[in-house]
């Protein structure tokens, strides 16, 4: 079992800056590729950013390649999503998950545990 906890979310102004965390415990967590999704109000959950194991593999959704980086910490067991340029199109709720392997991984179904999610609110 891999436990997820995210931080980092609020309230900001569009253009400005916000830096995520996820917190693991439990299992090993360099063994997992990390992921971030989100879920804006009536919409559908969406893959935002993953990053495998060893960090040296990522992959983006098109609507925040240039603006947002993921980045892990494996001895501190800690995934970051930064989050550059916001636009209020990038409110949303923004989970962590973690999958077992060593590929990335786009689709829900693919991720094994959750965090509980973060909200985040652009102002225009």
């Known amino acids: 079992q891999v436990q997820l906890v995210e931080s980092g979310g609020g309230l900001v102004q569009a253009g400005d800056s916000l830096r995520l965390s996820c917190a693991a415990s439990g299992r090993t967590f360099s063994n997992y590729v990390t992921g971030w999704f989100r879920q804006a109000p009536g919409k559908e959950r969406e893959f935002v950013a993953a990053?495998?194991?060893?960090?040296?593999?990522?992959s983006y959704a098109d609507s925040v390649k240039g603006r947002f980086t993921i980045s892990r910490d494996n001895a501190k067991s800690t995934v970051y999503l930064q989050m550059n340029s916001l636009k209020p199109e990038d409110t949303a709720a923004y989970y962590c998950?973690?999958?077992?392997?060593?590929?990335?991984?786009?689709?829900?179904?693919?991720?094994?545990?959750w965090g509980r999610g973060t909200q985040v609110t652009v102002s225009s």
């Open positions: 990053i495998i194991w060893s960090g040296g593999i990522t």
């Open positions: 998950a973690a999958r077992t392997g060593r590929t990335i991984a786009t689709q829900i179904p693919h991720y094994d545990y």
